[in-house]
């Protein structure tokens, strides 16, 4: 889920995702509480927040509002996981601002395709390939 193009990711989730979500990345700072939220974007000025909705579902809509307000948090994608789809609450979250929703079954779901290109999509960062299709040209 985490690409090699996400410099600095924060990540807000309960002490049990700490093992999960960090274990092979060095660049992730993972926070266990909203609160400490904006110090914690000033500080580090990540470039992907990952929050885990199940965990801070009543402060979230407050975060992210407030994110999508500030003009010096701009740059910033915001990414909620999910244990299932609602459609309602889906909406309401990428009217608001979020980039990504990543689901619980979406982690453990295999890929369907094994063909070169998915391969490839997989290891390199999208925006490489399109840069190396660009000068084969």
């Known amino acids: 889920?985490?690409?090699?193009?996400?410099?600095?990711?924060?990540?807000?989730?309960?002490?049990?995702?700490?093992?999960?979500?960090?274990?092979?990345?060095?660049?992730?700072k993972h926070i266990y509480s909203i609160t400490q939220l904006f110090p914690s974007i000033y500080e580090s000025t990540p470039c992907l927040i990952v929050l885990d909705?199940?965990?801070?579902?009543s402060d979230v809509e407050k975060a992210i509002r407030r994110i999508r307000s500030n003009s010096f948090y701009?740059?910033?994608k915001i990414c909620c996981y999910k244990t299932k789809p609602d459609t309602k609450t889906?909406?309401?979250?990428?009217?608001?601002?979020?980039?990504y929703l990543v689901y619980h079954e979406?982690?453990?779901?295999?890929?369907?395709?094994?063909n070169i290109s998915h391969i490839f999509s997989g290891i390199f960062d999208l925006s490489i390939l399109g840069l190396a299709a660009n000068t084969a040209n």
């Open 1 to 28: 889920m985490i690409r090699n193009r996400f410099k600095k990711v924060l990540l807000v989730a309960p002490e049990i995702a700490n093992n999960q979500w960090t274990a092979d990345y060095q660049k992730v």
């Open 53 to 57: 909705y199940n965990y801070a579902s």
């Open 74 to 76: 701009s740059k910033i």
């Open 90 to 99: 889906d909406g309401l979250l990428k009217a608001i601002g979020v980039d």
């Open 106 to 114: 979406q982690l453990n779901a295999a890929p369907k395709s094994k």
